[in-house]
């Protein structure tokens, strides 16, 4: 039997340790470890809760909006706030856009080199890249004198000895399948991709100020002012022009360059849509509501859970059935609190139990995680692009049921092919597809309310303090890209009590709970056979194909036990 380690493990956001054990070249069993400690709660306790979203933003360097956007909704909870229906529309566009740049991001940047190689690239012929490219898509970008000059740049980064991003991948590893031309292929849009995701997150730019960190959420609306007969407002004609100028362009570059590419790689890797699975469990708090945050119905996506790969039922989730464990967690909770509790009622107490360093292993049959392990139900649950296209899928969603089915179609696989790596890959791009696509109908509500009037964009009668109750606790829920995010709070004489988060990396990434039960990483990595153990590419390509954001998950540095209160690290 042996041990591999990655640590850090790359192209994630934040820290992450994988411990695997091998056996007859399988993974037999494996832990996941997220490496930082959390301290964003005890950061935000004593502040008001206002303004508790412009902190809670800083728990990531990736996703911030997403934080930004569950803090005003559990405060909003709380206080019994609803927005009007601009905030509405306008944190729909906001978190659909912040989807798509990331997924897009998600694929090119941070997952696509486990299936690429860079270096094969080198070898291709252009003229036949330009056949493929042309026979999967219109994208224009296509010609052989177009991968030629791409093929040029790469050359040029390796005759300079200085491979930047791309020093120390498993480069040559046998498993990388594709033909060279290919390579060249998915390496252009590497490259295009770094362009496009700068462009289009101007809808951010536009709608927040700036991005990362936008600064135009407000608990009871959005300060995003609209009026038709003003230049200087954000939003007035020109604007909304400029909006679906940007939408175009997002489900153009989906469509013709991120789903074609997801399909064209992953046939080269069939079995990798057997491989990877894991819980088997899926979950979603479901979003982008039609009506007011209360009408779960009108979400344009659903709320669910898929229970043992079955389709044929979309059970209702119950947010009281949450909990965080903290069984192999290096956290206590206090006196009879047990390991258990819901994050209404959550503790921070951080509590170091592990090796010193330098050390060779963790203590894995103790605590061994800066995460805590979040369970519905006593269940762990996968959350994320999967489990959202799964629940929809089985609700008969149509926008999503065509997505899935098509691209089904096109790769000539069964539904069950997507309870794998590859099946989660590819769920992400479909997503992507399905809300890119969406933006241009709100971008129109947002028009058809500006023209008739109505401007609202804030609720301000609860900004007087002295009309909220002595206490109020909120729960704040929102579809993150990663997954379902949950913030809570707990108010008394106007100021944060207690505030909790569950980020979806920590619903997948966290540590086994006080039974034993794996997490949705550690249980994916169960069977993956590994070549060569000395490049753990197979187990990269599982654990990056939940896009993994330990910052969320965790947030603050601690290594020297210092004061964490008024010290913020972004991980960005
Ligand atoms: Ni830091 Fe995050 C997302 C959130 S991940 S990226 O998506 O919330 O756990």
Redesign the pocket.
């Known amino acids: 039997m042996a041990r591999v380690v990655i640590d850090p493990v790359t192209r994630i956001?934040?820290h992450l340790r994988i411990e695997a054990e091998l056996q007859g070249g399988k993974v037999s069993d494996a832990w996941s470890s997220g490496t930082m400690f959390r301290g964003i709660e005890i950061i935000l306790r004593d502040r008001d809760p206002r303004e508790a979203w412009i902190w809670a933003q800083r728990?990531?360097?990736?996703?911030?909006t997403?934080?930004a956007m569950?803090s005003v909704r559990a405060v909003e909870n709380a206080l019994g706030v609803e927005v009007p229906d601009n905030a509405r529309l306008l944190r729909n566009i906001i978190a659909a856009s912040?989807?798509v740049q990331?997924h897009v991001i998600h694929f090119y940047h941070l997952h696509a080199l486990d299936w690429v190689d860079v270096t094969g690239a080198l070898k291709a012929d252009p003229a036949k890249t330009s056949q493929i490219a042309q026979s999967i898509s219109d994208w224009p970008k296509s010609s052989a004198v177009y991968f030629k000059s791409v093929q040029d740049r790469v050359k040029g980064l390796v005759a300079s000895r200085q491979l930047s991003i791309f020093t120390s991948g498993y480069w040559g590893h046998p498993d990388y399948r594709l033909p060279p031309e290919v390579d060249l292929l998915a390496v252009a849009h590497y490259l295009e991709a770094l362009e496009f995701q700068r462009e289009y997150i101007r809808l951010h730019a536009v709608l927040g100020g700036k991005n990362p960190h936008l600064q135009t959420f407000l608990v009871g609306g959005m300060a995003t002012s609209i009026d038709p007969n003003e230049p200087q407002a954000v939003l007035n004609p020109e604007r909304i022009d400029l909006l679906r100028q940007l939408a175009t362009m997002g489900e153009t570059f989906v469509n013709q360059v991120y789903v074609p590419d997801i399909l064209a790689i992953a046939s080269y890797y069939p079995d990798w849509f057997q491989r990877g699975e894991g819980l088997g469990n899926f979950m979603t708090y479901g979003d982008y509501p039609a009506g007011g945050l209360k009408s779960v119905a009108s979400y344009g996506f659903k709320r669910g859970m898929i229970l043992n790969r079955d389709l044929s039922t979309v059970h209702p989730v119950d947010p009281a059935q949450i909990t965080e464990n903290v069984a192999r967690s290096w956290y206590e909770y206090d006196g009879a609190s047990g390991t258990s509790l819901h994050p209404s009622e959550g503790q921070t107490h951080p509590k170091y139990a592990g090796p010193q360093p330098p050390y060779e292993f963790l203590d894995v049959e103790a605590k061994y995680s800066w995460l805590k392990s979040p369970r519905y139900n006593n269940m762990p649950m996968e959350v994320?692009p999967l489990a959202r296209m799964l629940v929809n899928y089985a609700a008969g969603q149509t926008d999503v049921k065509s997505a899935v089915d098509g691209a089904l179609l096109a790769a000539k696989l069964q539904p069950q092919a997507l309870y794998s790596t590859l099946g989660r890959v590819a769920a992400r791009g479909l997503e992507a597809k399905v809300l890119a696509a969406k933006l241009s109908g709100w971008i129109d509500e947002l028009d058809a309310n500006m023209n008739r009037g109505e401007l609202r964009i804030h609720n301000g009668e609860m900004w007087d303090p002295a009309s909220w109750p002595k206490q109020a606790q909120g729960t704040g829920l929102?579809e993150?890209?990663?997954?379902s995010?949950g913030h809570w709070v707990e108010i008394e004489d106007r100021k944060i009590k207690n505030y909790q988060?569950i980020?979806?990396?920590?619903?997948?990434?966290g540590p086994r709970d006080a039974n034993g039960v794996r997490g949705a990483y550690e249980a994916s990595l169960l069977n993956t056979p590994l070549v060569n153990p000395e490049q753990p590419l197979e187990i990269l390509r599982t654990v990056h194909s939940f896009?993994?954001?330990?910052?969320?998950?965790v947030h603050v540095v601690d290594a020297a036990e210092v004061e964490l209160a008024h010290e913020i690290l972004t991980?960005a």
């Open positions: 956001e934040g728990i990531c360097g990736v996703c911030t997403v934080h569950a912040q989807n990331d994320g929102h993150a890209p990663r997954g995010l988060v980020a979806p990396t920590t619903w997948l990434a896009d993994p954001c330990l910052a969320c998950a991980c």
